[in-house]
């Protein structure tokens, strides 16, 4: 059990450009999260996996995110023509399901800064 | 609408003393969840400690414990003797235990600070 793995650690862009960020959560793990973290804030849910569906999204997630879980393993979040706005901390965590002994494991996040 | 409030944007302790950090929800659920999460510099969400609203004691992991106070919806999470690598970001969050919603909603988080 290595924990939830990101990649890339850190991601510089050019505003326009696009980006893919990946999450590898633990391997027994059905349940995949995706979170922003601002600077100062705490972190905001943008999508939830139950294996390979996508079964809930948040309204921050907009039409320019779009996030997969094409075989239930790993998982991808794009951003399209990124946006200033976008800097953020995007965080990762994996579950095996609800409740006290099932707590969200993270990933040490990507941090996204767009120039 | 579920929203978490957490009043202390800095707290400061004497290594070994103990400290409490102040959480206080709203939510209109019957039933539901409440975390506490610890952020390293390094990024990384750390599990504390959970409380189920229907939980009738308090929830202790080691040195944290959470003060549980239905009836005021407060969260708060003690830590007893304090040490050098506590300083970090503390979250309080919520998620609702029915219904089909994943999300956890987090507050804005205080920075512990432990001296020597």
């Known amino acids: 059990d290595t924990g939830v793995s990101q990649d890339p650690r850190h991601k510089i862009t050019k505003r326009g450009q696009n980006v893919t960020f990946r999450c590898d959560p633990i391997s027994e793990h059905n349940r995949l999260y995706w979170y922003r973290q601002t600077l100062g804030q705490g972190p905001e849910f943008l999508t939830y996996?139950?294996?390979?569906?996508?079964?809930?999204k948040s309204r921050l997630l907009s039409d320019r995110f779009s996030a997969e879980r094409p075989k239930g393993s790993f998982s991808t979040l794009e951003i399209q023509r990124t946006e200033q706005g976008d800097s953020a901390m995007y965080l990762c965590?994996?579950?095996?399901?609800?409740?006290?002994?099932?707590?969200?494991?993270f990933g040490s996040g990507t941090r996204l800064t767009v120039v | 609408a579920q929203k978490i409030t957490q009043t202390q944007p800095g707290m400061f302790v004497q290594e070994k003393e103990a400290v409490t950090l102040d959480c206080t929800y709203d939510?209109?659920?019957?039933?539901?969840?409440l975390f506490w999460y610890k952020q390293p510099s390094s990024g990384e969400m750390i599990f504390l400690i959970y409380q189920g609203s229907y939980d009738e004691q308090n929830a202790t992991e080691g040195r944290y414990s959470l003060n549980f106070q239905k009836a005021r919806k407060s969260a708060n999470l003690v830590i007893s003797a304090s040490q050098l690598g506590d300083s970090a970001m503390y979250f309080c969050a919520m998620r609702p235990r029915q219904g089909g919603s994943e999300k956890l909603v987090f507050g804005k988080g205080t920075k512990l600070t432990v001296n020597p």
């Open positions: 939510t209109s659920d019957q039933s539901y969840g």
């Open positions: 996996f139950q294996n390979e569906a996508q079964l809930e």
């Open positions: 965590a994996s579950s095996l399901g609800r409740g006290k002994n099932y707590g969200y494991t």
